[in-house]
């Protein structure tokens, strides 16, 4: 197997940790990922969209939504979204100013 399938192969698998562990831990709200990391699901779910457009791929918003959240999103927000404290809001404009 050459480096660049290997690479391929690696990142795949990253990728695929990272999807399961965020799917695991629905404490964590997207505001929170976004202040900290500057994303969230929406944004992973957006890039693989955006990585299926590239190779010719159909994928819809909402098909890639559920790859990331392992469910529809509408159903992903009704069981595990919460409302956004005044503090993760302030924190949110604080980083979204920073950058």
Same mark, same amino acid.
């Given at each position: ?8 192969? &690696? ?6 940790? +990272?999807?399961?562990?965020?799917? #695991?831990?629905? @404490?964590?709200?997207? *505001?929170? $990922?976004?202040? &900290? ?6 944004? +992973?779910?957006?890039?693989?969209? #955006?990585?299926? @457009?590239?190779?010719? *791929?159909? $994928? ?40």
């Amino acid at each position: 197997m050459s480096d660049v399938d290997n690479k391929t192969e &690696l990142e795949a698998a990253a990728f695929r940790r +990272l999807v399961s562990h965020l799917r #695991e831990r629905t @404490d964590v709200q997207n *505001i929170d $990922l976004m202040i &900290l990391g500057g994303f969230c699901r929406n944004c +992973l779910s957006r890039w693989y969209q #955006e990585a299926a @457009d590239e190779k010719g *791929i159909e $994928l819809t918003k909402e098909d890639a939504r559920e790859i990331v959240y392992g469910m529809p999103y509408s159903e992903w927000k009704t069981r595990h979204q919460t409302e956004a404290s005044p503090a993760q809001k302030e924190a949110f404009e604080a980083a979204e100013t920073a950058n």
